[in-house]
């Protein structure tokens, strides 16, 4: 403590115990430096959030265009009152009987389509996978998995092994045997391009791919356990696979004996605006045998759930090993998980997504008229790509200009991000009550500030030319 | 929900949503059965709780002797507002700078030695041992893992490979190739006995077995990653390592280029009484690279921790990856972490723990005087084990006895488990409010209960001897 200057003597806001050095200090000091801060060189100490805004220590708001966790909104009142009432009367483990865990079984089930019907509770997306690859291995007693490129799905051993977008930054990693990458069906930018391929089945070409890995993984011996994607992939640059993309994976994957994960962990919920599942985007004959999700489950209280069949939940019950998780399915967690749930019915948040995530994908496309920094702009409901180029020809990653829009923002206080392999993607998974009043916010600043960057590029064409892999922008550095 | 009776109609509890049968039979319908409920003939429906006591839905007490996560009492007031006074300011991620996680590492590094000083927030103690086992690859270049037999380090993938109670009973398991299992240090029931070694040392006895799998670690190419072990197994049957054990331990894998972790997820936070964590009994000399620690932390409320080196953190940060956990140490979860280590503080639970475990391992001993099949007592703190043998020489474990006991127990409102290999072992882990009035309660009842079981055991000999692998017996079945 002796660094840390006496509270009292400093001038803090409600909610602060010390000033922002200090926090930034300690931070520094006793937390893993492999946890990363936002907008590392001036991170931003949020004190306190409410619906789609956040405000920082000095009582300044930043409209949230990146917090898909606080789904119905940040500190939703019913769901704090849901979580606040439960903790005060009963939070154990769900060996014991309890009403809120089949009552959130059910509901949650009853939005699954038919042979999804068995759930297990755990505390986190990553929890999630993982248990889902258990539950796939078990089922079809096979070991290897289908992954796609770019893909993240969580923080666990097991769970980077299958998550390129992680395994790839590791010095000397060598790829599990198990493991096996199909191509991320990006139509945009991905190895089979809709510009290339015109008039073409772009779902069944991507598809055949993982057909192929099949075959790959049947002769290896490993077998196809599963295949596990996003519905829509988020970390890898906010895709949208072709149509009849799923349907044909999964033909293929259920021939090899391998069963089919859809993580819906950032993507599920309503997010689509559509339906509840974004893998019900692909049809309504499209049925995965295990489904994940996570992250708005809880609108920020740890909870996530595996939903199954019923036949591949006999499979792991017949392995004879109990599945015990502390918290999962605990009083409080469902209550919470119930208490979403019936708010996104109550405020229409489906319809409201669908809303205003199509006024918010006609404003983008707007926008790419203008600025010809925008090569694709890509979404359904309230997820929403817009992905920046150097050059609308080569498609080449403008990466720095992205990092260079989302500081900008962030000086005009709006949060956003940016993903995909070359972070040019700049990715908008707001808090489920934005508006059409909050897009038209953001259409108009980013108009702005992409405004401005062609007037730099302008004025510095053509002695400074961009490097060509994207990384690095003379002008960005100032 | 057909077949759900219009709760209506009944007479239900206050909390309740349904009656108990129905809850029943949507558990069965909607939840995996790998997920095991308490005394499964006839489980408990708990509706509220407090302290030390748990209510089910007929209002009928329970006094709690198992749930070590309710530390600091079940809905502890302080802990229940600090959490319910946070998810109403602000409840996000770990990417934006906040007061209540640098406070709450700040507290928890000051409750280490020395080098122990950067913290990682988790949702689990799974998610924690997995991270460790990362940490402990990324910093070594290893690969192997030394683990304990009987071990259980959580339900993810990479845990289960390391966790013999578990592995032990999936049909054809093949143990991994980097895993390495050492003889439980267990000098009643173990490998080596303190009967048949008297005045040996031990610690020293049992280490050299784990200097014997550094060295096949090594020569197999996999060199050793860590040392994994509870400081204290728990699920292995509340086993108390002898004197000098870790000292010797911890020796033989560092000189391998290994790194030692401790799992204190089940018996951290004074919990032993006598310290902070229990690897502190081994000597003040003893310190891990790594420590980790769940489910008292917070209560109920879904938090964990990683505690480890500046050197481990920083080998860690140099690979390159960004390690994310959604809700690790968010502001809501830390609230709750530091208002549990505020209340262990105010009511001097170290010391409460360490009278009452003082108290109950004296009781305990006294009935091990009156009844020959409690063959061992063993615990520390409110971390306490009561081994029933069938013969005190042979030491056959009583197993269908002790299951006997806890449904007993269970009749008498007493909740009690059993663990170990044989399932054999008593265990107390109350919360650390359990009282010297509660420990007379739990002594009375079990000493009726063992004295009932005597004199059935009396009755029928000689003719109903006892079968010989102690897993059936006629008697029990009445």
């Known amino acids: 403590m002796a660094s840390i200057k006496n509270p009292a003597t400093e001038a803090l806001a409600p909610f602060e115990h010390m000033s922002k050095s200090d926090t930034i200090l300690l931070r520094k000091r006793l937390v893993g430096e492999s946890c990363k801060l936002f907008f590392r060189s001036d991170p931003l100490k949020i004190v306190r959030a409410e619906a789609q805004y956040m405000y920082d220590e000095q009582g300044r708001a930043y409209l949230d265009c990146i917090n898909n966790v606080a789904h119905v909104g940040h500190c939703q009142p019913d769901v704090v009152a849901a979580a606040s009432r439960q903790l005060a009367v009963l939070n154990t483990n769900n060996r014991f009987l309890h009403d809120n865990l089949v009552l959130c079984a059910q509901r949650i089930t009853d939005l699954m389509p038919e042979p999804l019907s068995v759930c297990f509770f755990v505390n986190s997306g990553s929890e999630a996978n993982d248990l889902a690859l258990r539950l796939a291995r078990a089922h079809t007693k096979h070991q290897d998995v289908i992954t796609l490129d770019h893909a993240y799905h969580g923080h666990l051993s097991t769970l980077i092994e299958i998550s390129p977008y992680k395994f790839r930054q590791i010095p000397n990693h060598k790829q599990a045997d198990w493991v096996h990458v199909a191509p991320v069906p990006d139509v945009y930018r991905g190895k089979y391009r809709e510009s290339e391929h015109p008039g073409e089945d772009m779902g069944a070409l ?80 499209i049925v995965p045998d295990i489904v994940t999700m996570g992250k708005p489950m809880g609108n920020g209280y740890p909870v996530a759930a595996v939903v199954t069949t019923r036949a591949v939940a006999d499979s792991f019950r017949d392995t004879g090993v109990e599945y015990f998780n502390t918290y999962g399915g605990n009083p409080v967690s469902c209550a919470v998980a119930n208490a979403v749930l019936q708010v996104i019915e109550d405020q229409k948040l489906l319809q409201h997504a669908q809303d205003v995530g199509d006024y918010l994908l006609a404003r983008c496309r707007e926008l790419q008229g203008r600025h010809s920094l925008i090569g694709d702009v890509r979404g359904v409901g309230l997820f929403v790509g817009i992905e920046l180029v150097v050059d609308r020809t080569t498609r080449e990653p403008a990466t720095a200009e992205a990092q260079h829009v989302l500081s900008r923002m962030k000086d005009e206080s709006i949060l956003l991000s940016s993903d995909g392999p070359d972070r040019n993607v700049l990715k908008l998974k707001p808090p489920m009550v934005f508006s059409k009043q909050n897009v038209d916010t953001v259409i108009e600043v980013l108009d702005q500030v992409l405004a401005e960057l062609a007037d730099e590029h302008a004025d510095l064409e053509p002695e400074h030319a961009h490097q060509t892999n994207g990384k690095t922008n003379g002008i960005l550095a100032h």
């Open 206 to 285: 991507y598809a055949e791919d993982v057909r192929r890995l099949c075959e790959k993984a049947t002769a290896g011996g490993g077998g196809v356990a599963c295949y596990i994607a996003e519905s829509l992939q988020s970390c890898g640059g906010q895709v949208v696979p072709p149509p009849n993309y799923l349907r044909e994976v999964f033909r293929h994957v259920r021939a090899a004996g391998g069963v089919c994960i859809c993580d819906e962990v950032q993507v599920g919920f309503g997010r689509v605006g559509s339906h509840w599942w974004a893998f019900q985007l692909q049809g309504e004959d």
